[in-house]
C-alpha cells in the first residue's frame, strides 16, 4: 500500500469519527462519571495455574491462541520504530491518559514514542456506533482496504471479523514486508519480516461499561502493538485483555505482569522468522520466562 493510499484512509477515518463522535464528546460528562477516574498503577496477582496443567502449556496455548498470522507463510507482525497514538472523541484530559498508557507500553518493549503533535500512527476512536463507523469505513474505501487483505489467506473473513456487530472494541492493522538486506537462505530465517505501520482501534461506549481509563488504554495498548484474536479463550488468565468478558468488580486495573512478558516476548525475539511456528514457540519460551520471573 503506497504511502498517500495509507494517508488518505487515515485522513478518511479521522473525519469520519470527528463526525461520529462529535456529539457525543460535546455532551461527555466528567470523567468520574463516564467511567472510574484512573487511579495508581497497581500490580495485580501472580497469575494462579490449575494444578492439573504445566504453566509451559497454559503459555504456550495462550500464544498460539491470541497471535495471528494473517500472510500467506506469514509472521507476527509487529511495529519497528516510533509509536505516535492519537485518540478521537475523548476530553482533552481523558484522552491524553489513554495515550500515556498507549506511550507507556510501547516504551515497555523498546519503541520509541513520538513527539506531541505528530503524525498518528495509532488512531483510538471513541464512539457510540463502532458497527456503523467499521461498516462505513470498508465501504467507503473499500479498494483500500482490499488491496491490504489481498494476500492474505483470510482477507474475506478478516473484513467481516472487523466489521462484527456488537464488539466492545476492535483493531485494525496495516502491514509492509520489510526487507531484512539478507537473502534468507536458511529454514530458520526469512529475507524480510512482517511490521505493523498503522493501527486503528474502535471502542464502542455503549458496551465498555465502567471502566477505568488506565485500564482502556492498556487494552487498546495491548491491540494496537500486537494483533491478537478477538476470539481467543482467556478463562482464568489474569490479563487486561479480559477486560470487557469479566463482572465490573472484578475487572483489572490495568495491563498485567502476565500482558507485559506477552509483548516483551513479541518485541525481543527475531522478526524474520520464516516459520509462524518457530516465532511462536519462540515467543511461548520467551513469555514464559517473564511470567516465572515475576513470580
Keep these: 500500500m503506497s504511502v498517500m493510499q495509507t494517508k488518505i484512509l487515515t485522513g478518511a477515518l479521522l473525519a469520519a469519527a470527528a463526525i461520529a463522535t462529535s456529539a457525543w464528546a460535546q455532551d461527555t460528562p466528567s470523567a468520574s462519571e463516564t467511567m472510574d477516574a484512573p487511579g495508581q498503577i497497581t500490580d495485580l496477582d501472580p497469575i494462579v495455574v490449575d494444578g492439573t496443567r504445566r504453566l509451559s502449556d497454559i503459555v504456550g496455548s495462550f500464544v498460539g491462541d491470541i497471535s495471528t498470522v494473517h500472510e500467506r507463510n506469514g509472521q507476527i507482525a509487529r511495529f519497528d520504530g516510533r509509536i505516535c497514538a492519537g485518540v478521537i472523541?475523548?476530553?482533552?484530559?481523558?484522552?491524553?491518559?489513554?495515550?500515556?498508557?498507549?506511550?507507556?507500553?510501547?516504551?515497555?518493549?523498546?519503541?520509541?514514542?513520538?513527539?506531541?503533535?505528530?503524525?498518528?500512527?495509532?488512531?483510538?476512536?471513541?464512539?457510540?456506533?463502532?458497527?456503523?463507523?467499521?461498516?462505513?469505513?470498508?465501504?467507503?474505501?473499500?479498494?483500500?482496504?482490499?488491496?491490504?487483505?489481498?494476500?492474505?489467506?483470510?482477507?474475506p473473513e478478516l473484513?467481516?471479523?472487523?466489521?462484527?456487530?456488537?464488539?466492545?472494541?476492535?483493531?485494525w492493522h496495516l502491514t509492509e514486508r520489510d526487507e531484512m538486506g539478507h537473502d534468507g537462505g536458511s529454514r530458520l530465517r526469512a529475507a524480510y519480516e512482517t511490521d505493523i505501520f498503522r493501527a486503528i482501534i474502535l471502542v464502542d461506549t455503549r458496551r465498555t461499561g465502567p471502566v477505568t481509563l488506565e485500564a482502556l488504554g492498556d487494552y487498546v495498548a495491548m491491540t494496537a502493538l500486537a494483533r491478537l484474536s478477538p476470539d481467543a479463550d482467556l478463562a482464568g488468565l489474569d490479563t487486561v485483555l479480559s477486560l470487557f468478558d469479566t463482572p465490573s468488580d472484578q475487572r483489572p486495573l490495568s495491563m498485567t505482569g502476565w500482558d507485559e512478558a506477552y509483548l516483551k516476548a513479541v518485541y525481543s525475539g527475531d522478526a524474520d522468522t520464516r516459520s509462524q511456528w518457530l516465532q511462536q514457540r519462540d515467543i511461548a519460551n520467551r513469555m514464559l520466562r517473564g511470567v516465572r520471573s515475576r513470580n
Design 89 to 155: 472523541g475523548l476530553p482533552a484530559a481523558q484522552a491524553q491518559v489513554v495515550n500515556d498508557r498507549v506511550a507507556r507500553a510501547a516504551l515497555l518493549v523498546g519503541l520509541q514514542v513520538g513527539r506531541p503533535e505528530c503524525h498518528p500512527n495509532v488512531v483510538v476512536v471513541i464512539t457510540d456506533d463502532s458497527d456503523k463507523l467499521a461498516a462505513d469505513l470498508v465501504a467507503r474505501h473499500k479498494l483500500t482496504f482490499q488491496y491490504h487483505v489481498a494476500y492474505q489467506e483470510r482477507g
Design 159 to 171: 473484513l467481516a471479523e472487523f466489521q462484527r456487530p456488537g464488539r466492545a472494541v476492535r483493531w
